[in-house]
């Protein structure tokens, strides 16, 4: 059974940074891709990035230039590096595995709450 654990979110000020991650239990997680999703009070999880097994990333085009994900298979670990917050990043941001087109699988972990706010 998969199990992901995110971790690293908070509160910071705008224009600040934080790094997520999300770490994976069992031996499948090289295999997949892995996805960052937020989802802020009253809207639709959306997606925020992926990375292929193969370390293709995509980012939806709010946070291009901004955030950046990387994985570590040694680790089972998935990265997500934010930069210059706004206070529109404000989320419980998410991780899951994706197939290659960023689709999740849906088994999501608990999220970390990040709050981007003076």
């Known amino acids: 059974q998969v199990q992901l654990v995110e971790s690293g979110g908070g509160l910071v000020q705008p224009g600040g940074s934080l790094r997520l991650s999300c770490a994976a239990s069992g031996s499948f997680f090289s295999s997949y891709g892995m996805g960052w999703y937020r989802q802020a009070l009253g809207k639709q999880r959306e997606l925020v990035a992926f990375?292929?097994?193969?370390?293709?990333?995509n980012y939806v085009d709010s946070v291009k230039g901004r955030f950046t994900i990387s994985r570590d298979n040694t680790k089972n670990t998935v990265y997500l590096q934010m930069n210059s917050l706004k206070p529109e990043d404000t989320a419980v941001y998410y991780c899951?595995?994706?197939?290659?087109?960023?689709?999740?699988?849906?088994?999501w972990g608990q999220g970390t709450q990040v709050t981007v706010s003076s």
């Open positions: 990375i292929t097994s193969g370390g293709s990333t």
């Open positions: 899951t595995r994706t197939t290659a087109r960023g689709t999740p699988f849906g088994d």
